[in-house]
């Protein structure tokens, strides 16, 4: 069994997003394992990009950030593999097209199963177009993970047929951010992957607060919490660890009561 199915096993899993690099990579390298024993069963890793469309305003910020701090995607992977060594949580890679393949579609995703990276979400690749980095990963033996949105209505069943690791369900239209309330039937959705699938499914984008955190829990497989945890790292910068991982665990607490 994989990590990422390890995360999802017996259990919801609550995942975490940060921006890699933000405020510096010295931070992110600190705080990857201690979230993880804060209480996350997976890790997202932001790559910094100068366009990245499917974030809101805090992410955007924090890719700055993490880009003036001369984040390069080099440097990320020598992290990833200096915390492989601290931490066996299951760890994904959240990027876009445009640095996959500066850096070489094949390459990178080699350079991930070298580290220890367990799958990579890449937002602006559409299921449709999704052979141009498909054979690379399976190569690798690196999930991709496709995301389905409330917009993905008849090709729900297509997307979820072919998933790997876990389904990413994104709760919201529009980009990532924390959100009031979350007013998508994501019951009807997660109930169509389903049909086809046993794939878990994790709800991300908007999801802020231990009450939604349970309330998409018990919707669903998982819970992704992005945008509030990269406001605390830019709120506290170098000094963020400890109330991020207050944060992450009440988090996980809230998921494991759904």
Known sequence: M????KAFENQKAF????????????????LIPKMAEAGADLIEIGIPFSDPIAEG??????????????TTTDKLFDMVARVRKKTDVALVFMTYVNPVYTYGIERFMKKCAEVGIDGVIIPDVPFEERDEVKGACEE??????????????????????EAKGFLYCVSSLG????RSKITTD????????KQVSNIPC???FGIATPEQAQEMAGKADGAIVGSAIVKLVAKYGKDCVSPVCEYVHNMKEAVKSA
């Open 2 to 5: 994989n990590r990422i199915s």
């Open 15 to 30: 995942i975490a997003f940060v921006t890699g690099g933000d405020p510096d990579l010295e931070t992110t390298e600190e």
């Open 57 to 70: 305003i805090v992410i955007q910020e924090a890719d700055v950030r993490a880009l003036k701090a001369d």
């Open 140 to 161: 690798a033996g690196i999930d991709l993970i496709s995301m389905i949105a409330p917009t993905s209505k008849e090709r729900i069943h297509m997307i979820a047929g």
């Open 175 to 178: 980009v990532t951010g924390v």
């Open 186 to 193: 994501i019951g009807a959705m997660v109930e169509q992957v």
């Open 202 to 204: 994790a709800i991300g």
